[in-house]
């Protein structure tokens, strides 16, 4: 079956869908840089969350997903959910600090938003693709929640098994840039007692004791550097947000 042109695409969804708000303008800009979206073969969408259907999908959908575009357009966000290899108890999580996030940050426009993830998802063929996807919001509602999002989703070639992650960032008008206010990542294919390296976990357990960094430091006959980096790269790990958190994570899996 030939793929539709983009213009017949849209006169398509203009007729069967009817979204919660007029997504003109965000399809009249992708519409604009279409022809460069299709060239580098990304994933281009937009999406209105009450229906959880597509009014715009880029012609590089199904070579970044490796489905057919008349799946999601019949299926919608639906049909990619039950593609994900994300366990649900991680679905919820982060689908949880979205929301509150922007519950307790209403007065942030729309377009100083982005969410940032990594996921795996199966594709056709029963292969596992690993998808990175960048997204904003369209609108919201009275109480903050979106009621659309546009994005862009990448297939990272040659990687099948990576971590799944969340990354929350805010755009900082004074610097002219983002900043990352929220980050969680999750190994769901790693035991959680595994999760943590030997060396980490021996750090972890001087830092049980008691012990500060300089003092583990000259213990392991490590630089004061390479220590804060492991602790650092603990507290990521596990999505422990101090000392406490972390050693809390410790006796959960019986590090410690």
């Known amino acids: 079956m030939q793929t539709p042109t983009f213009l017949e695409y849209l006169k398509s969804t203009s007729v069967s869908m009817q979204p919660s708000k007029d997504y003109g303008l965000f399809i009249e800009n992708l519409h604009r840089y279409s022809d460069f979206i299709d060239r580098w073969g990304h994933m281009t969408f937009v999406i209105d969350a009450p229906s959880a259907e597509y009014p715009f999908l880029s012609r590089g959908t199904s070579r970044t997903l490796g489905h057919a575009v008349e799946a999601l357009k019949e299926g919608g966000a639906e049909f990619i959910a039950t593609r994900l290899k ?3 108890e991680i679905c919820r999580v982060v689908m949880a600090d979205q929301f509150q996030f922007l519950k307790e940050n209403r007065e942030l426009e729309e377009g100083s938003v982005r969410f940032r993830m990594g996921l795996p998802l199966v594709d056709a063929n029963g292969k596992l693709r690993y998808l990175s996807q ?3 919001i369209t609108h919201k509602d009275s109480a903050g929640l979106p009621l659309g999002y546009y994005g862009v989703v990448n297939w990272v070639e040659g990687v099948s098994k990576a971590k799944i992650f969340q990354q929350i960032d805010v755009y900082d008008q004074e610097l002219h840039d983002w900043k990352t206010v929220s980050y969680k990542e999750f190994h769901p294919d790693i ?3 595994k999760l943590l390296s030997k060396r980490e976990i021996q750090i ?3 830092i049980a004791e ?5 003092q ?3 213990k392991l006959n490590l630089s004061l550097h390479t220590i ?3 602790r650092k790269n603990m507290m990521r790990r596990t999505n422990s947000l101090n000392t406490a958190g972390l050693l809390a994570y410790a006796m959960s899996v019986n590090l410690i």
């Open 86 to 88: 994300v366990p649900n």
């Open 134 to 136: 960048q997204h904003g």
């Open 191 to 193: 035991d959680e007692d």
């Open 204 to 206: 972890l357990r001087f």
């Open 210 to 214: 008691g012990y500060g960094s300089k």
């Open 216 to 218: 583990i430091a000259g």
């Open 228 to 230: 804060n980096t492991h």
